[in-house]
């Protein structure tokens, strides 16, 4: 197995893959992505009779994901498996233990851009697009939630997103309030979710009663895949490596920034008349302080 991929993880190498699968090896991968990476910790015989394909066909899909048997496949999901469940003080421990010769700041910029490369090369143009096409249709709503941390990113995404187009509406600060937010959830709305490592079961939750609800989920998650993955109709593997205790959300900050300069463009008549009134307003409230003229 070459270096490049021992650093992927499994569903990364799935989807770089998908496009030289035979119909039954695509079958196969995506029962494995759909409750990953669950649905690969079976016998080989349970995977087979689950995905519905032979056991020969779990072993070329192997062979072409660079494993040469069922065990190191295994051995390599149940590692994933332990990183998704690290917490900040055994994520410290780990980083520390290679510690940094150079400065903080270069350490943390290669840290980042290594991310962003990793991301930009999970995430294609045309998955991009849609979600994009997802967010300009007006015939529906949109709604938005994040977890403990990337409660931020959804608030962040929520303020520009309402200046550009109606009917946005962010999901309450309080998690109990969040079944009252379900009710307003229509078919065919969209839901953007963010959950990253330590995935939140009322997240979880709230993906399975808006699936059933008729919604389609845009999810941003790491590159382990949150388990909404199995509800999401549309998935954003992000690479969220930090140097520190603490995962790095600049990577999931740079396509928030993505989708918003692509919405703005998209939606632009709109969007112009929307700021022009809001502005009026913010000048009526005196909600900023207007640049002196010292001339």
Not at 84 to 106: F, R
Not at 240 to 253: L, N, Q
């Amino acid at each position: 197995m070459s270096k490049k991929e021992q650093s992927s993880t499994i569903a990364e190498l799935i989807r770089q893959q998908m496009k030289n699968f035979t119909p039954a090896e695509i079958r196969l991968a995506n029962h494995l992505l759909g409750n990953y990476p669950m649905a690969g910790l079976v016998s080989i015989t349970e995977l087979s009779d689950a995905s519905g394909v032979s056991t020969p066909t779990v072993m070329r899909t192997l062979k072409k994901l660079g494993h040469t048997s069922f065990t190191t496949l295994q051995k390599a999901l149940k590692e994933e498996l332990q990183k998704t469940l690290s917490d900040p003080i055994t994520k410290h421990d780990q980083w520390a233990a290679e510690a940094p010769s150079t400065h903080v700041l270069n350490t943390v910029a290669d840290t980042v851009t290594t991310n962003l490369r990793h991301s930009l090369n999970q995430i294609s143009h045309e998955l991009f697009d849609q979600v994009i096409e997802l967010l300009v249709t007006e015939d529906h709503a949109v709604h938005i939630v994040g977890g403990r941390i990337t409660t931020s990113f959804a608030h962040y995404l929520n303020t520009h997103l309402e200046v550009m187009r109606e009917n946005i509406y962010n999901f309450p600060p309080s998690v109990a309030l969040w079944p009252h937010h379900l009710l307003k959830i229509k078919q065919d709305d969209v839901l953007v979710m963010f959950d990253v490592r330590r995935y939140e079961p009322d997240l979880l939750t709230v993906s399975q009663l808006a699936a059933e609800r008729g919604a389609k989920i845009i999810l941003f998650t790491d590159q382990w895949l949150s388990p909404i993955a199995a509800q999401a109709t549309h998935i954003l593997p992000i690479k969220i490596e930090g140097r520190s205790g603490w995962d790095s959300g600049v990577t999931i900050m740079f396509f928030v920034e993505a989708l918003i300069v692509a919405l703005e463009e998209k939606l632009w008549p709109q969007t112009s008349k929307r700021m022009r009134e809001l502005e009026g307003m913010f000048d009526l409230t005196e909600r900023f302080k207007k640049r002196v003229d010292r001339s």
